[in-house]
């Protein structure tokens, strides 16, 4: 539905010399993000792994304009980022439902927020409601549901105004495995079917992994690209191919880059 | 099962109470205007209901509270909403508010009924000012009480304040003002009742004073039947618009403030 509009580059994100640095109250102030360079392309699913502390919720909350950068540039779709758009996505680590409303009404608060026609956009939230299994849930409140199905109604929600751009903060970090490995099956088929493009941030290195495109690593204070790896799995990827070669030998290449790093410290 | 079982021990321990009350009171001989037995307190209910002036009372007192009530309610529900929002209300008004909760709202009856005189109009302001600091305590409490987060995905949506408030804020602070609603209901009772001892011409406060003025303990002891009845079931009237409103929290509202 939604025409790619991409930069001068051809890329839907682009983060140049990008910095944050947090004043503390006292004493030296606090590097969260040091010259990040990278773009992602239109329709690519790009993954972001980093320990804790390295920056990549600060980064994802400069890119959902909710916070405000310290130096360098950030463009979305062409556009620099000054504030909260309407053309992006956005799930949190945990799934932020209202609790007073229905899976169909909360996957319908942007719409409602944003002026939309709630009634045209309601067969689309339907649809998405259904994609991701929860059409029997549609009047159903988020206290009768499990987390996995909740984080689903939230997935649900950052889909439903249809944006050019997925942004997920380490969305399924707080599911158990099973559910996890679940959820990211469901996302790849979302994705590969909305072909929106995803900036997905989390610490599990094989969840990047399975799901990018490309893996950006990320080091600690400061928070830095250390390495960017091309996964060229073939997709749509199952979970044997976690236990498949090229996949370790991805996992481990990466986790020696984070070693490495933590090493450094 | 288990629940009729509570509702028939409740029953049994009601019942023994007050046969041994009965008996008791005969037995030990003890005269009746220190303490009636209960068979003349009921009579006394039941001749003061069908025929008496304890129903016209009953409705004065019942008028003052529920009148009392919403308008301390509505006026602190208000007031609250504009100290959470204004930055600037709050700065002029909320260590007064603060201030004046400290005092003893039932201390300043008297001074109400010599301003509003000793109609109805003082009792209502006794009952208002009471009901007044819960909500305006809880409103301020549950509108501060929203979770990061969902301002977070209110701004990331682009949301207007207004929206946030509607959509996100005051939903939240649902609980939060019927655990303020429940307890300011039983104060409003209160705040009625004294307004009535200090000074009035009607209501079941009056009808208690007078019913001490010419001994009638009997007539002292229907009134509190009929207070107790009263405060119990507006208190559940809240109680249930309460949980059908927050219907998604199953637990029962906390008292966070009073």
Same mark, same amino acid.
């Given at each position: ?14 983060? *140049? ?83 007073? *409303? ?21 067969? *689309?939230? *339907? ?139 | ?38 068979? %003349? ?45 204004? %930055? ?171």
């Amino acid at each position: 539905m939604t025409a790619p509009e991409t930069g001068a580059s051809g890329s839907l994100i682009q983060a *140049r010399a990008l910095g944050r640095v947090y004043q503390a109250q006292r004493g030296e102030p606090v590097v969260a993000l040091h010259d990040l360079n990278f773009e992602v392309a239109d329709g690519e699913f790009v993954s972001v792994v980093g320990p804790s502390g390295c920056g990549k919720s600060t980064l994802l909350n400069i890119l959902a304009g909710l916070l405000g950068k310290t130096s360098g540039e950030v463009f979305l779709r062409g556009t620099p980022v000054d504030g909260p758009r309407r053309d992006i996505g956005l799930v949190f680590q945990g799934p932020v439902l209202l609790p007073w *409303r229905t899976v169909l009404q909360n996957a319908l608060l942007p719409i409602e927020v944003q002026g939309l026609d709630v009634d045209k956009y309601r067969l *689309r939230a *339907r649809e998405l409601i259904k994609m991701v299994g929860l059409a029997q849930f549609e009047d159903k409140y988020p206290f009768e549901l499990s987390g996995g199905m909740q984080q689903r109604n939230s997935i649900v929600r950052a889909l439903v105004h249809d944006p050019a751009i997925l942004l997920m903060d380490e969305p399924f970090g707080a599911l158990d495995a099973m559910t996890r490995e679940q959820m990211n099956l469901l996302l790849q088929k979302i994705w590969m079917e909305a072909r929106k493009t995803v900036l997905f941030i989390t610490h599990s290195i094989a969840e990047a992994v399975f799901l990018g495109d490309r893996v950006i690593v990320m080091s600690p204070r400061p928070g830095r690209i250390v390495q960017t790896v091309t996964v060229d799995l073939p997709r749509p990827r199952d979970l044997d191919v976690m236990t498949g070669p090229e996949f370790g030998d991805l996992v481990r290449s990466i986790r020696r880059h984070l070693d490495a790093q933590q090493g450094l410290d | 099962m288990r629940r009729a079982r509570r509702i028939f021990l409740t029953l049994a321990v009601l019942a023994a109470a007050l046969l041994s009350w009965e008996f008791g009171v005969g037995f030990f001989k003890i005269p009746a205007f220190l303490l009636p037995p209960p068979s %003349r307190i009921l009579f006394r209910l039941y001749d003061g209901l069908a025929g008496g002036s304890l129903l016209e009372h009953t409705s004065v007192t019942l008028q003052e509270i529920l009148v009392g009530y919403v308008l301390g309610c509505s006026i602190g529900i208000g007031l609250g909403v504009l100290i959470s929002q204004f %930055r600037l209300v709050e700065d002029l008004l909320y260590p007064y508010v603060i201030a004046l909760n400290s005092v003893p709202k039932v201390a300043t009856a008297p001074l109400v009924v010599i301003w509003f005189g000793y109609g109805f109009e003082s009792k209502i302001v006794i009952a208002s000012l009471v009901a007044f600091f819960p909500l305006l305590v809880n409103v301020i409490l549950g509108l501060r009480s929203v979770e990061r987060d969902q301002l977070a995905l209110m701004r990331s949506l682009t949301a207007s304040r207004w929206q946030t408030f509607r959509m996100v804020q005051l939903p939240n602070a649902l609980p939060a003002i019927f655990a303020g609603l429940e307890v300011a209901i039983v104060l409003s009772v209160v705040g009625a009742i004294v307004g009535e001892f200090v000074g009035a011409k009607a209501g079941l406060g009056y009808f208690i004073l007078f019913s001490n003025a010419i001994v009638d303990t009997p007539g002292m002891f229907a009134a509190f039947i009929i207070l107790a009845v009263i405060g119990s079931i507006l208190n559940q009237i809240v109680k249930a618009v309460g949980r059908r409103v927050v219907f998604w929290r199953k637990q029962d509202l906390v008292v966070s403030a009073s």
